[in-house]
């Protein structure tokens, strides 16, 4: 079943929100961010997804607990109207043609293709050669790209409208812009940008925010942070009442309190230019404030502060992810509607665990990573190689010693699924346990006999 605009407005805010966060956003989130008037709107609206095959809720009474399934997509015909000229004008040729595509790529009304002759539109991505999706319209704000027909002749170009003449300007600085009269000039159609679509998230204010920040917001990085070291050129002495007075009252004085992400002082290490960006400019859909008021000197001072912040504990960290492992959900106290025991819905079998397993049925044994891994990490090659446990699933032990961001892009997969399932921190501790955690068991216990290689008696 296909997507209303609005509901997909709403499962591109939740593709969005989950990919910068890790988990899903709240009921509340969501309210405010399309101005509904309930939360019962917001379940309504999700429940919508839910019945369409678009998103997974396996725990009624878990608010942030569900998975968004991919968009489906169904070919349309659309006629195919010939050549239009992204240099001069080309004559307008119709070629009565039709031509299928995704229906995700069409809007309301009369859409029809066009394939692009010349490069004078190379700088929008808009090349020779390349076929465009387009709706008709005949009329454009300025600045936008339209395919517009010169007595007779079709072009593509940014329109400019200055009073009784209209300037078709290339996106490529090596070509000269056409100046017409306006009279002389007929919109067939408004391209949009199929590859942002930003249009159909955005209101209108919004994409004037958004446009104002890329036209005069951006900073010279590298006039900051050292491109080299990614350390931050500023004074961390002179402007650490800055952090302590500001951002310590979330963060905390050690930047290790906000328990959803890793320490402050790791992340600004490892991407010093995202956490400059968001000192600047605040943190989307959260309370931290932007402190782009103040000095350019006094927010590379705080990056400076931050990056000498101590990094998490490890240790901590590795002991956490080990209980991931075991079972992520009691661990995370996610429950029943009924609150007595940790279950998971009864059809909700994790996607990865074969069906023909003894406990393809009991997703709240088939969701734990040991059940597939194995407790010596081992999977079909250790102790689950027969037996009702056994799957034919590979162990973790080749991911020992693995960079972490790829063993926490592993968790995201498609294969996995913890995506929007485990926070930031979830994941990684998880991926610090996979990493660092593991140790090789048949040091320690007997293989055939299961008797710990250890002195009884001494300890």
């Given at each position: 079943?296909?997507?209303?605009?609005?509901?997909?407005?709403?499962?591109?805010?939740?593709?969005?929100?989950?990919?910068?966060?890790?988990?899903?956003?709240?009921?509340?989130?969501?309210?405010?961010?399309?101005?509904?008037?309930?939360?019962?709107?917001?379940?309504?609206?999700?429940?919508?997804?839910?019945?369409?095959?678009?998103?997974?809720?396996?725990?009624?009474?878990?608010?942030?607990?569900?998975?968004?399934?991919?968009?489906?997509?169904?070919?349309?015909?659309?006629?195919?109207?010939?050549?239009?000229?992204?240099?001069?004008?080309?004559?307008?040729?119709?070629?009565?043609?039709?031509?299928?595509?995704?229906?995700?790529?069409?809007?309301?009304?009369?859409?029809?293709?066009?394939?692009?002759?010349?490069?004078?539109?190379?700088?929008?991505?808009?090349?020779?050669?390349?076929?465009?999706?387009?709706?008709?319209?005949?009329?454009?704000?300025?600045?936008?790209?339209?395919?517009?027909?010169?007595?007779?002749?079709?072009?593509?170009?940014?329109?400019?409208?200055?009073?009784?003449?209209?300037?078709?300007?290339?996106?490529?600085?090596?070509?000269?812009?056409?100046?017409?009269?306006?009279?002389?000039?007929?919109?067939?159609?408004?391209?949009?940008?199929?590859?942002?679509?930003y249009g159909d998230l955005m209101n209108c204010a919004e994409l004037e925010d958004l446009a104002s920040f890329v036209s005069t917001g951006q900073v010279n990085m590298d006039s900051y942070i050292d491109r080299a070291t990614g350390m931050a050129k500023g004074d961390?002495?002179?402007?650490?009442?800055?952090?302590?007075?500001?951002?310590?009252?979330?963060?905390?004085?050690?930047?290790?309190?906000?328990?959803?992400?890793?320490?402050?002082?790791?992340?600004?290490?490892?991407?010093?230019?995202?956490?400059?960006?968001?000192?600047?400019?605040?943190?989307?859909?959260?309370?931290?404030?932007?402190?782009?008021?103040?000095?350019?000197?006094?927010?590379?001072?705080?990056?400076?502060?931050?990056?000498?912040?101590?990094?998490?504990?490890?240790?901590s960290s590795i002991t956490r992810g080990g209980r991931l492992y075991d079972n992520w959900l009691k661990e995370k106290k996610i429950r029943t509607p009924n609150n007595s025991r940790y279950d998971y819905r009864a059809d909700w079998r994790h996607p990865a665990y074969?069906?023909?397993?003894?406990?393809?049925?009991?997703?709240?044994?088939?969701?734990?990573?040991?059940?597939?891994?194995?407790?010596?990490?081992?999977?079909?090659?250790?102790?689950?190689?027969?037996?009702?446990?056994?799957?034919?699933?590979?162990?973790?032990?080749?991911?020992?010693?693995?960079?972490?961001?790829?063993?926490?892009?592993?968790?995201?997969?498609?294969?996995?699924?913890?995506?929007?399932?485990?926070?930031?921190?979830?994941?990684?501790?998880?991926?610090?346990?996979?990493?660092?955690?593991?140790?090789?068991?048949?040091?320690?216990?007997?293989?055939?006999?299961?008797?710990?290689?250890?002195?009884?008696?001494?300890?």
């Amino acid at each position: 079943m296909q997507l209303t605009k609005q509901q997909t407005r709403i499962y591109r805010y939740l593709e969005t929100y989950l990919r910068r966060h890790g988990q899903p956003p709240s009921y509340q989130e969501i309210r405010e961010h399309f101005n509904f008037s309930s939360l019962n709107s917001v379940a309504k609206h999700l429940k919508q997804l839910e019945r369409k095959g678009y998103l997974e809720s396996p725990w009624a009474n878990q608010k942030r607990a569900f998975r968004l399934l991919p968009l489906r997509t169904t070919a349309a015909a659309v006629p195919f109207l010939g050549r239009v000229a992204a240099g001069a004008p080309l004559e307008a040729v119709e070629i009565p043609e039709t031509m299928e595509v995704p229906e995700s790529l069409l809007s309301g009304g009369n859409n029809f293709a066009l394939q692009v002759r010349g490069d004078s539109m190379v700088d929008e991505g808009i090349r020779d050669g390349d076929v465009l999706i387009i709706r008709k319209q005949e009329y454009a704000d300025n600045g936008q790209s339209v395919v517009a027909q010169i007595e007779g002749e079709a072009t593509i170009k940014k329109f400019y409208q200055r009073h009784d003449q209209v300037e078709l300007r290339p996106a490529n600085e090596e070509l000269e812009p056409l100046v017409v009269p306006a009279d002389k000039v007929e919109i067939i159609a408004v391209l949009k940008d199929n590859n942002h679509r930003y249009g159909d998230l955005m209101n209108c204010a919004e994409l004037e925010d958004l446009a104002s920040f890329v036209s005069t917001g951006q900073v010279n990085m590298d006039s900051y942070i050292d491109r080299a070291t990614g350390m931050a050129k500023g004074d961390k002495a002179k402007h650490r009442a800055y952090y302590t007075t500001i951002c310590a009252n979330c963060h905390g004085k050690d930047g290790l309190k906000i328990g959803t992400i890793p320490s402050l002082g790791e992340v600004a290490r490892s991407n010093p230019w995202e956490v400059l960006h968001k000192i600047m400019n605040g943190h989307p859909g959260e309370v931290m404030p932007a402190l782009r008021v103040l000095p350019m000197t006094v927010l590379v001072g705080v990056l400076a502060y931050v990056q000498n912040l101590p990094e998490e504990d490890l240790l901590s960290s590795i002991t956490r992810g080990g209980r991931l492992y075991d079972n992520w959900l009691k661990e995370k106290k996610i429950r029943t509607p009924n609150n007595s025991r940790y279950d998971y819905r009864a059809d909700w079998r994790h996607p990865a665990y074969p069906t023909d397993k003894a406990y393809a049925k009991e997703p709240r044994t088939n969701w734990r990573c040991k059940e597939c891994h194995g407790w010596d990490y081992l999977g079909k090659d250790g102790a689950y190689s027969i037996g009702r446990h056994f799957t034919g699933i590979t162990g973790i032990r080749g991911k020992a010693g693995a960079e972490r961001a790829e063993i926490i892009t592993i968790l995201k997969d498609q294969n996995h699924h913890y995506y929007g399932l485990l926070t930031n921190r979830d994941l990684n501790d998880l991926a610090n346990f996979v990493s660092n955690g593991q140790i090789d068991m048949d040091n320690y216990i007997e293989r055939m006999s299961g008797k710990a290689k250890g002195n009884a008696k001494k300890n």
